[in-house]
């Protein structure tokens, strides 16, 4: 059964408002990321926008995902699972949205490529129901914030319009996201304890992501 506490944040949880995020949430503004992605990449995606788009879409399907089986692993946790759903279904949109564009453009989907950056993140995951579920908040949240953090790269290098537009609006989404799963963290866990993994894990993302080859890929 979930906590009073618990019951009582339940309606505090609205991806779409930050100020409804609880007053004990790290309130990130800035990018918590400490190794910041070279101009090279920008530089990569934009000439080859297509292939992009289509990792974009295959990266969208994949949060959409993770969020599902989150709930599936996690079914008692009220909190936990009323977020998981809205993120869910968030996701699934945004698939859809650059689905329209990859069709705009006459791009099929492709086969799913693994994702070396999140493989090599999820291996951090520890063994231990609650370790399991503080690493996977906040290895789902450092996810978000790098795609914030590129997504944002991505809308600078546009020119003005619609696709521009776009991205501005999934670099603000995807950060929202990353103040979720760090409020989740703290719903769950104390702040010493969420600070000091994530602190642990933020450096592990950055060496994760100095090491990735460049291509035409989120990540
Ligand atoms: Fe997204
Ligand atoms: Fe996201």
Not at 86 to 103: G, M, P, Y
Not at 178 to 204: G, K, M, P, S, W
Request: glycine share 2%; proline share 3%.
């Amino acid at each position: 059964m979930p906590s009073a506490n618990e019951n009582s944040q339940i309606m505090r949880i609205h991806l779409s408002n930050n100020a409804n995020i609880a007053p004990n949430t790290a309130q990130i503004t800035n990018s918590p990321l400490r190794f910041a992605t070279p101009i090279e990449w920008v530089d990569t995606v934009m000439a080859d926008f297509d292939t992009f788009l289509q990792d974009h879409a295959a990266a969208e399907k994949k949060a959409s995902s993770m969020a599902m089986s989150m709930i599936s692993h996690y079914p008692d946790r009220i909190v936990l699972v009323e977020a998981m759903a809205e993120l869910a279904v968030e996701e699934l949109n945004h698939f859809r949205e650059v689905l329209k564009w990859l069709h705009k453009r006459d791009i099929q989907l492709t086969a799913d490529n693994k994702d070396h950056y999140v493989i090599a993140m999820r291996k951090h995951m520890r063994n231990g129901s609650d370790v399991y579920l503080l690493d996977r908040l906040l290895i789902g949240g450092i996810i978000e914030a790098r795609g914030c953090e590129r997504f944002g790269m991505v809308a600078e290098a546009l020119p003005t319009g619609d696709l521009q537009d776009f991205y501005r609006a999934i670099t603000d989404s995807e950060e929202k996201h990353y103040q979720l799963f760090i409020h989740l963290a703290h719903q769950y866990f104390a702040v010493d304890i969420v600070n000091e993994r994530l602190n642990t894990l933020l450096d592990v993302e950055a060496e994760i992501t100095a090491d990735l080859i460049i291509s035409a890929a989120l990540h």
